[in-house]
T-cell receptor
Framework: DGGITQSPKYLFRKEGQNVTLSCEQN?????MYWYRQDPGQGLRLIYY???????QKGDIAEGYSVSREKKESFPLTVTSAQKNPTAFYLC????????????FGPGTRLTVL | GQQLNQSPQSMFIQEGEDVSMNCTSS?????WLWYKQDPGEGPVLLIA?????ELTSNGRLTAQFGITRKDSFLNISASIPSDVGIYFC???????????FGQGTILTVHP
């Protein structure tokens, strides 16, 4: 089955700890994205990558880091510098032939205690 | 930067009723996308529009690309309980490959 997987679905961490969220896609898509969603709000772009070994900051990149060493993988690290890390995190990807259409994974809900 | 205003923010309807929601942009778009997000899940693409005036259907859903290219509309006919969720509009962002999202319309359907 082709798709985007995010793991785990729920993640709990203590304040001050870094945590890495996984995003894998087997759609052969070139571009990948990370969004943050807070209750009652829309999607805010954290980081995106149009090609392997390259990525750009989105609108709310502070306190986050990413890597894009493989086409199919785009992990997001939530660092201790992120002041309000508790949120729902969504990964998306887009193929070159898909024009503007992005396809989303199931999301990871991160709770920092 | 580009802004999308989506309305209404929330809707409470009875099963069987029709639903209408819309999205307006501060700038001209060449694409409108409509997504649905079920509770606790990722958004799923419902309809993509690429031409001004275009009217596209997907089952009970119909979306239109406004003539001015600054707005789009989504209609759901004969709503059912599984239509519950958040509906997002989206359009091209400020640089290639990015999207700008509306704030979402929360739909509740009472049986």
């Amino acid at each position: 089955d082709g798709g985007i997987t995010q793991s785990p679905k729920y993640l709990f961490r203590k304040e001050g700890q870094n945590v890495t969220l996984s995003c894998e896609q087997n759609l052969n898509h070139d571009a990948m994205y990370w969004y943050r969603q807070d209750p009652g709000q829309g999607l805010r772009l954290i980081y995106y990558s149009q090609i392997v070994n390259d990525f750009q900051k989105g609108d709310i990149a502070e306190g986050y880091s990413v890597s894009r060493e493989k086409k199919e993988s785009f992990p997001l690290t939530v660092t201790s510098a992120q002041k309000n890390p508790t949120a729902f995190y969504l990964c998306a990807s887009r193929g070159l032939a898909d024009y503007n259409e992005q396809f989303f994974g199931p999301g990871t809900r991160l709770t920092v205690l | 930067g580009q802004q999308l205003n989506q309305s209404p923010q929330s809707m409470f309807i009875q099963e069987g009723e029709d639903v209408s929601m819309n999205c307006t942009s501060s700038s001209i778009f060449n694409t409108w996308l409509w997504y649905k997000q079920d509770p606790g899940e990722g958004p799923v693409l419902l309809i993509a529009l690429y031409k001004a005036g275009e009217l596209t259907s997907n089952g009970r859903l119909t979306a239109q690309f406004g003539i001015t290219r600054k707005d789009s509309f989504l209609n759901i006919s004969a709503s059912i309980p599984s239509d519950v969720g958040i509906y997002f509009c989206a359009g091209p962002g400020t640089s290639y490959g990015k999207l700008t999202f509306g704030q979402g319309t929360i739909l509740t359907v009472h049986p």
